[in-house]
């Protein structure tokens, strides 16, 4: 059975960092890409980084320069490194690998941030 759990969310000020974590298992994300989304109360959800098998990385305009998604297939383990928070990064956080008919998300991590 494959399972993404997402960690690390959780209330922050404005300008300040978190670091999600997504544990995979049931399968060998080493041959995976992963994306995060994100998505707010009443909004879209948003594709927030990828990251290929070989580490090819691509943001959202929103939040290039303050993300980081790095990959450490040692621990089956995707991050994403979340710097000067703003309110707007407000969301609940997923992680998703795969692709149709065989797709996994995880359960997601709330972030907000604010004062």
């Known amino acids: 059975q494959v399972q993404l759990v997402e960690s690390g969310g959780g209330l922050v000020q404005p300008g300040g960092s978190l670091r999600l974590s997504c544990v995979t298992s049931g399968i060998s994300i080493s041959t995976y890409a992963v994306v995060w989304y994100r998505q707010a109360p009443g909004k879209q959800r948003e594709l927030v980084a990828f990251?290929?098998?070989?580490?090819?990385?691509n943001y959202a305009e929103s939040v290039k320069g303050r993300f980081t998604v790095s990959r450490d297939n040692t621990k089956n383990t995707v991050y994403l490194q979340m710097n000067s928070l703003k309110p707007d990064d407000s969301a609940a956080y997923y992680c998703?690998?795969?692709?149709?008919?065989?797709?996994?998300w995880g359960q997601g991590t709330q972030v907000t941030v604010s004062s």
């Open positions: 998703k690998t795969g692709s149709q008919p065989y797709e996994w």
């Open positions: 990251i290929s098998s070989g580490g090819i990385t």
